[in-house]
């Protein structure tokens, strides 16, 4: 029950009251002037008040007025003088609740307090509804911050591109994924972008029919499985797109694409074609590689011997040409340019053969301890002619740290020598004659016993174009003389030795070859 | 007397070839055409060197090869092996045949994979047959 607060200079009507109320179930304070009972009222908790009118001091208007002031919630009932209707009004007026007159029937404060007691719990209903209220709009928003923020990042961390727009095709949305796709960021994408510019065709159209009212109505969403995007530098990039239109009630707001990166997987599955292919060529050519030798090396057999037939006999045909130029010179000069013909072409066959077999599983590698600067000597020995007949310094420079290392001596000498090779054409195929050409080879000790060949010439160079593609099958540069695979053999050989080949190269100014390979130790060395 | 060179291949063109290489070496060629009378040619002619091909019909040169170097009498005759097969394969061949019970038989002096190098192939046989 609530604390009522009793003021009334008459100790009699105070005393009577207090009875009568306690008896009510009211926890009663009594005061007997208006300092006094504002005092108590400052203390204790109290709820309602009931106080006479005319007292000594501060009469009951007054203790009203200053109550109000401290709490305007509190119930104040007055007592007024019978007919006293002048003080009941004023009364009311600074907010009391309801006036009783005297003498104070039992009735008439039965009334009163009851009334009292409705309203005060009627304002607390008001108070807590008004609390409840507050905190569930409280909870709401919180509750609609979070679920934005969820949609945010379920947006932005989605692998796929993900971009929305009004229905103007302004974009709103462009996440991670759509700036790896598309190669803009996000503000780039928003402030100068419209789905014309990253949508694919078809779904454009059917969109930018919809959005401007063009149609009605379309399927729920579009799929694409495979189709591409223009990319920021013109890059046409592969995606799978779905993409909707996005309602609000019945009206289109905007609309929906959903891009799939598909340019790994194309990647993969070219990657997957081309090695069907290497094997299907490798496993042909193992099969005949024995009875391609045989030929090869019948042909090689042939040229044998008619150069030795035409040694022996060149002389003769020399001398006579000398003596008698205009007879005999016409078939000659006919049979030496004709037989050079079929020398180059047999050699160029040979290249060719030979480096298919390289590059098929006939050829096994077989490793063994053996010196890098040794193989690297060898080779030089070999292009030696090569170079000089072409103006071309071939230098060989051999670091004496070089340790012994197990490797496929066979493997990396052909390596070595698809190198040297097509260094020395570079210089023979490089337009500016001005240049003193040279051809380095060098080897130097890598890391954990591991050997780096490196060969440098200041040859014609490759652009980017030429260079990018140099490790690819049957690419060649060189025409008719080219077979289009000595890179790649040079490249699987390295691999198979767990190393690798790196390039450099500047169009004009030459190009560096690094072959690394690891050192492997003990005799089950395993590549 | 000149030293006779022994060449056995079953291949017309590689025996006239290799004939050529002999005699430019400075050596007498003798020819067989498959492991079986090459090995009575070499019994009978006791040639200074044997330039052998693998793959042979009768008998190869897998076979004659083991039974050259298993004889005391021709064990000592220097042999080039001429083929078109690896010489890891002729040597994994050679190996699996003495797991198999036989003796364990050394490499031969050279091998050349097809096509071989003429010159090559002049050095080799003019150091080996000396």
Known sequence: ?527 | MEKKVLIIDDDVDVRTFASSVVENSGYKPDIAKDGEEGLNKVRKEKPALIILDVLMPKESGIKMYRELKTDNQLNDIPVIVLSGIAKRTFLRSQRALAEFGGQTVPEPEAYFEKPVEPEELEAMIKKLAS
Request: glycine letters at 10%; charged letters at 30%; a negative charge.
């Open chain 1, 1 to 527: 029950m609530s604390k009522l607060l009793l003021i009334d200079d008459e100790k009699g009507i105070r005393k009577v009251l207090s009875i009568s109320l306690t008896s009510d179930g009211y926890d009663v304070v009594t005061a007997e002037n208006g300092q006094e009972g504002l005092s108590l009222f400052q203390k204790e908790s109290v709820s309602i008040v009931m106080t006479d009118m005319k007292m000594p001091g501060l009469d009951g208007l007054e203790v009203l007025k200053r109550m109000k002031q401290i709490n305007p919630d509190i119930e104040v009932i007055v007592f007024t003088g019978h007919g006293d209707m002048k003080s009941a009004v004023r009364a009311l007026q600074l907010g009391a609740s309801d006036f009783i007159t005297k003498p104070v029937g039992d009735q008439a404060l039965s009334i009163a307090l009851t009334r009292a007691e409705q309203r005060l719990e009627l304002k607390q209903r008001l108070k807590n509804y008004t609390n409840n209220l507050e905190n569930m709009v409280k909870e709401a928003t919180e509750e609609v911050q979070r679920r934005y923020e969820f949609e945010d990042k379920l947006i932005q961390r989605s692998i796929d591109g993900i971009v929305a727009t009004d229905e103007e095709g302004k974009i709103l949305v462009f996440n991670s994924g759509a700036e790896k796709i598309f190669g803009y960021t996000e503000d780039e994408a928003k402030r100068s972008k419209n789905a014309c510019d990253l949508y694919p065709e078809e779904p454009l159209e059917k969109t930018a029919d919809i959005l401007s009212g063009k149609k009605e109505t379309a399927e729920d969403v579009f799929i694409m499985e495979d189709t591409s995007v223009v990319g920021k530098n013109g890059e046409i990039v592969p995606v799978r797109f779905s993409g909707g239109i996005l309602y609000g009630g019945d009206k289109a707001i905007g609309s929906v694409g959903f891009f799939q990166d598909l340019r790994k997987i194309k990647r993969l599955q070219q990657e997957l074609i081309k090695s069907e292919k290497l094997a299907a060529v490798g496993q042909t050519i193992a099969g005949i590689a024995h009875s391609i030798k045989n030929i090869l090396n019948g042909l090689k057999g042939g040229v044998y011997m008619v150069n030795d037939a035409l040694k022996k006999s060149g002389s003769e045909l020399g001398i006579r040409e000398k003596q008698d130029p205009d007879v005999k010179k016409r078939p000659h000069s006919e049979l030496i340019t004709g037989w050079d013909m079929v020398k180059r072409n047999i050699d160029k066959v040979s290249d060719l053969v030979l480096d298919l077999l390289s590059y098929s599983k006939e050829r096994e590698p077989g490793y063994e301890k053996c010196d890098p600067n040794e193989i690297a000597d060898e080779v030089c020995y070999l292009m030696e002619s090569k170079a000089r007949d072409n103006n071309i310094v071939l230098i060989g420079d051999f670091s004496e740290r070089v340790g012994e290392i197990y490797l496929d001596p066979a493997g990396i000498h052909r390596c070595l020598l698809d190198l040297v090779s097509n260094a020395i054409d570079a210089c023979i195929f490089d337009p500016d004659t001005e240049k003193e050409w040279y051809v380095k080879v060098t080897t130097r000790p890598e890391n954990e016993g591991g050997v780096a060949f490196e060969v440098i010439d200041n040859g014609c160079g490759m652009d980017d174009e030429v260079k990018n593609k140099i490790f690819s099958q049957f690419f060649s540069t060189k025409g008719a003389r080219g077979t289009g695979l000595g890179l790649l053999v040079a490249q699987k050989i390295a691999n198979e030795h767990g190393g690798a080949i790196h390039v450099e190269s500047q169009l004009g100014k030459g190009t560096t070859f690094t072959v690394r390979l690891p050192g492997k130790e003990g005799e089950n060395a395993q590549f």
